[in-house]
Nanobody
Framework: QVQLVESGGGLVQDGGSLRLSCAAS????????MGWFRQGSGNEREFVAA????????YYADSVKGRFTISRDNAKSTLYLQMNSLKPEDTAVYYC???????????????????????????WGQGTQVTVSS
């Protein structure tokens, strides 16, 4: 059974940092594209960052570019999101996810911006809360 478990969330002050982790189990994800999404209170789920198949490329939402870094450790089957210079508007539940198909199928279905399409992802974690106080 595929399982994604996020951790590392918490309460931090404006300008602080957190590192989120997403531990994957149940199958090998080392060559899969993965991403982070977030959902603030009363808001729709939105794309944060993604890393492509085999980790060749990374993608970021404009709102986090330059502050957040996505990375993966295949040996540990873990995805990370380093979040620096946090702002109150970053407050949300953060979810990790795995793209459900291979590169060619995903690009054909969703185009070049596949990474910000939550329907391109087939497995989701339960989420971890990040709260940034002003």
């Amino acid at each position: 059974q595929v399982q994604l478990v996020e951790s590392g969330g918490g309460l931090v002050q404006d300008g602080g940092s957190l590192r989120l982790s997403c531990a994957a189990s149940g199958r090998t994800f080392s060559s899969d594209a993965m991403g982070w999404f977030r959902q603030g209170s009363g808001n729709e789920r939105e794309f944060v960052a993604a890393i492509s198949w085999a980790g060749v490329s990374t993608y970021y939402a404009d709102s986090v570019k330059g502050r957040f870094t996505i990375s993966r450790d295949n040996a540990k089957s873990t995805l990370y999101l380093q979040m620096n210079s946090l702002k109150p508007e970053d407050t949300a539940v953060y979810y990790c996810a795995v793209v459900k198909d291979n590169y060619f199928t995903t690009r054909r279905a969703y185009g070049s911006t596949w990474y910000n399409r939550d329907d391109a992802y087939g497995y989701w974690g339960q989420g971890t809360q990040v709260t940034v106080s002003s």
